[in-house]
């Protein structure tokens, strides 16, 4: 009898731990991506066939990342990139940021206000070559 009333809240912490820890690794997913494509913006590079920005969002860990249409994350990652000086010579900076929308718990979490939050991970770095392999915006 008591295990029924206390097996509720233990299975909504533990869901809970599990989707903290997959929202984090999320956020190191993004960071990471945003310092690979700060690097990649640096140097003048576009290693993919298509924009850098969607080069970067294809090397996403996780085809959820990548592509979104889940329910825990209903977009793609979004990649942008921007010159916070306004200009694009050589030493100043460029500024790249990996961002999607993350739903917490999707399965109860709009039943209890738990929503949504937006995880982000950013890099700046200042440019070694003038970018004409890409250009700022976002994917």
Same mark, same amino acid.
Request: with cysteine; aromatic share 10%; glycine share 10%.
């Given at each position: 009898?008591?295990?029924?009333?206390?097996? $509720? =809240?233990?299975?909504? *912490?533990? /869901?809970?731990?599990?989707?903290?820890?997959?929202?984090?690794?999320?956020?190191?997913?993004? !960071?990471?991506?945003?310092?690979?494509?700060?690097?990649?913006?640096?140097?003048?590079?576009?290693?993919?066939?298509?924009?850098?920005?969607?080069?970067?969002?294809?090397?996403?860990?996780?085809?959820?990342?990548?592509?979104?249409?889940?329910?825990?994350?209903?977009? $793609? =990652?979004?990649?942008? *990139?921007? /010159?916070?000086?306004?200009?694009?010579?050589?030493?100043?900076?460029?500024?790249?940021?990996? !961002?999607?929308?993350?739903?917490?718990?999707?399965?109860?979490?709009?039943?209890?206000?738990?929503?949504?939050?937006?995880?982000?991970?950013?890099?700046?770095?200042?440019?070694?070559?003038?970018?004409?392999?890409?250009?700022?915006?976002?994917?």
């Amino acid at each position: 009898m008591e295990f029924a009333l206390v097996l $509720p =809240l233990l299975l909504a *912490i533990l /869901f809970g731990m599990l989707d903290f820890g997959k929202a984090f690794n999320y956020w190191i997913d993004e !960071t990471h991506l945003a310092n690979e494509g700060a690097r990649w913006a640096v140097v003048n590079k576009n290693p993919g066939g298509g924009t850098l920005q969607e080069y970067i969002q294809q090397q996403a860990d996780t085809p959820e990342l990548r592509s979104g249409g889940t329910s825990s994350v209903p977009t $793609p =990652l979004q990649i942008c *990139i921007s /010159f916070p000086n306004g200009t694009a010579n050589v030493g100043d900076p460029v500024h790249v940021t990996a !961002t999607t929308t993350y739903n917490w718990l999707p399965f109860i979490g709009n039943r209890i206000g738990i929503a949504q939050t937006s995880i982000s991970g950013s890099a700046t770095m200042r440019l070694e070559a003038l970018p004409t392999n890409y250009g700022a915006g976002c994917s």
